[in-house]
């Protein structure tokens, strides 16, 4: 059993359990706090997307909520002019590597990167940066699965979960720089692969970088360890 401290959020207090991490604790709070790459299950925070931050009392500059505990007596601010002017430029720099042709994306109307668009008041086409679309090939080899690494956010989740949790390894982190892409080792085809079309992955992507042929998934908003039930 979990000792439980309480901390102040926006001046008001919250209980949560001792160690738990700020972003959590404030989304149980009903306090939104914007996120892509965080997944509760995951025992260390992946801290890519630099989307959660917030201000702590007594700290100099913001910490990124998905990685911060809380403590007795922690002050935490979701919001002020330097976060919300972080959280904007985090999204902007996501949107200009990111193909928006959602029109014809699967994800659409159910992608995260929409709904953080309309949250932080973000133009799903920001005019202060260069689009830099990579242009990757798709992969649509697998008889269950659509890969299409120019609308990934590199948010790691389906990496996670291939690796972590089902145990594949089929998924990773391939380049560097601008050129980093989620793929199999070696860029192989999917469908060349140990993959067994268990769609975990697809289930925790935010976005329509991976997609099921045919026919939509569960939300990627559903906890990791219940997705998947019943294949």
Same mark, same amino acid.
């Given at each position: 059993?979990?000792?439980?401290?309480?901390?102040?959020?926006?001046?008001?207090?919250?209980?949560?359990?001792?160690?738990?991490?700020?972003?959590?604790?404030?989304?149980?709070?009903?306090?939104?706090?914007?996120?892509?790459?965080?997944?509760?299950? @995951?025992?260390?925070?992946?801290?890519a997307c630099r989307l959660c931050?917030?201000?702590?009392?007594?700290?100099?500059?913001?910490?990124?909520?998905?990685?911060?505990?809380?403590?007795?007596?922690? @002050?935490?601010?979701?919001?002020?002019?330097?976060?919300?002017?972080? @959280?904007?430029?985090?999204?902007?720099?996501?949107?200009?590597?990111?193909?928006?042709? %959602?029109?014809?994306?699967?994800?659409? @109307?159910?992608?995260?990167?929409?709904?953080?668009?309309?949250?932080?008041?973000?133009?799903?086409?920001?005019?202060?940066?260069?689009?830099?679309?990579?242009?990757?090939?798709?992969?649509?080899?697998?008889?269950?699965?659509?890969?299409?690494?120019?609308?990934?956010?590199?948010?790691?989740? %389906?990496?996670?979960?291939?690796?972590?949790?089902?145990?594949?390894?089929?998924?990773?982190?391939?380049?560097?720089?601008?050129?980093?892409?989620?793929?199999?080792?070696?860029?192989?085809?999917?469908?060349?692969?140990? %993959?067994?079309?268990?769609?975990?992955?697809?289930?925790?992507?935010?976005?329509?970088?991976?997609?099921?042929?045919?026919?939509?998934?569960?939300?990627?908003?559903?906890?990791?360890?219940?997705?998947?039930?019943?294949?």
């Amino acid at each position: 059993m979990h000792d439980e401290v309480t901390f102040f959020l926006d001046g008001q207090p919250v209980q949560a359990r001792a160690g738990e991490k700020i972003l959590w604790a404030a989304l149980r709070a009903g306090v939104f706090i914007p996120h892509l790459c965080a997944v509760e299950e @995951r025992p260390e925070p992946f801290g890519a997307c630099r989307l959660c931050f917030v201000e702590v009392e007594g700290r100099g500059l913001p910490v990124t909520a998905c990685s911060e505990p809380v403590s007795e007596g922690l @002050r935490v601010h979701s919001r002020s002019e330097r976060v919300d002017r972080l @959280r904007r430029a985090a999204l902007e720099l996501l949107l200009s590597h990111h193909d928006l042709d %959602c029109r014809h994306c699967p994800r659409n @109307r159910r992608c995260a990167l929409q709904k953080l668009a309309k949250a932080l008041k973000v133009p799903l086409r920001p005019q202060r940066l260069r689009k830099l679309v990579p242009g990757f090939p798709i992969d649509d080899s697998h008889p269950e699965i659509v890969l299409n690494p120019n609308r990934c956010v590199l948010c790691g989740r %389906c990496v996670w979960v291939c690796n972590e949790v089902v145990g594949c390894g089929v998924l990773d982190f391939v380049y560097r720089g601008l050129e980093t892409r989620v793929a199999p080792f070696g860029l192989e085809p999917l469908a060349q692969t140990t %993959c067994t079309g268990c769609l975990r992955c697809v289930e925790v992507c935010p976005v329509g970088a991976l997609t099921r042929k045919g026919k939509p998934v569960a939300s990627s908003d559903e906890p990791v360890a219940a997705a998947g039930k019943g294949r």
